[in-house]
């Protein structure tokens, strides 16, 4: 079955340590994306891509990376410099960037500081 | 900026009854969108919305768009254990022209329990 998978589940991450959390899709969908999602502040977008090696920063872009090398992956990864890492992060992709075209999401992956 | 707001914030239902989740915009809409969450996991997309008036039904649920294009609602009809989650709508804000991309907007959710 299609669909987008995410791992780990549940990362614990050091002081100054960065983490890189994965982000696979099979449904051929040219955009991904990247949300953070606190209690009661609802999904916050971190970067998006509309195609493979192209990608934008969203609203709260701080203190993270991505990459886009490949249509199917698009791994997110939280430095050090991000000073409230805690969260659950979710990863979604769609058929384009329209808005059109719904978003599908993973099953999040929760980060937390040790 | 734009928003959404959901209302309400949280909801206790008996099983068997109906129920209705609003999310409003101060803004006319492009399209909006309805998912489910379950605590820690992923959201599922329901049903998406994009004419004024229209209405979409999955199951028990029903959606519908206002003529105006800034209110959406969600009803469930004769409510079970298995409907319980966090409802959100999220939202395409218009745009004069169609542009290659197309931000999300999220509400804050609604918090939806089943007592059996």
């Known amino acids: 079955d299609g669909g987008i998978t995410q791992s780990p589940k549940y990362l614990f991450r050091k002081e100054g340590q960065n983490v890189t959390l994965s982000c696979e899709q099979n449904l051929n969908h040219d955009a991904m994306y990247w949300y953070r999602q606190d209690p009661g502040q609802g999904l916050r977008l971190i970067y998006y891509?509309?195609?493979?090696?192209?990608?934008q920063k969203g609203d709260i872009a701080e203190g993270y990376s991505v990459s886009r090398e490949k249509k199917e992956s698009f791994p997110l990864t939280v430095t050090s410099a991000q000073k409230n890492p805690t969260a659950f992060y979710l990863c979604a992709s769609s058929r384009s960037g329209t808005g059109d075209q719904p978003q599908h999401f993973g099953d999040g992956t929760r980060l937390s500081i040790l | 900026s734009q928003e959404l707001e959901q209302s309400p914030q949280s909801l206790i239902v008996q099983e068997g009854k109906n129920l209705t989740i609003n999310c409003t915009s101060s803004?006319?809409?492009?399209?909006l969108y309805w998912y489910k969450q379950k605590y820690g996991e992923g959201l599922i997309f329901l049903m998406m919305?994009?004419?004024?008036?229209e209405e979409k039904s999955h199951e028990k649920i029903t959606a519908k768009l206002d003529e105006k294009k800034q209110q959406s609602s969600l009803h469930i009809t004769a409510s079970q254990p298995s409907h319980a989650g966090i409802y959100l709508c999220?939202?395409?804000?218009?745009?004069?022209?169609?542009?290659?991309?197309?931000?999300?907007?999220f509400g804050p959710g609604t918090s939806l329990s089943v007592i059996p």
């Open positions: 919305l994009q004419k004024g008036g």
């Open positions: 891509s509309q195609i493979v090696n192209d990608f």
């Open positions: 803004k006319t809409l492009y399209g």
């Open positions: 999220g939202a395409v804000p218009i745009h004069g022209m169609k542009t290659s991309y197309d931000k999300v907007i």
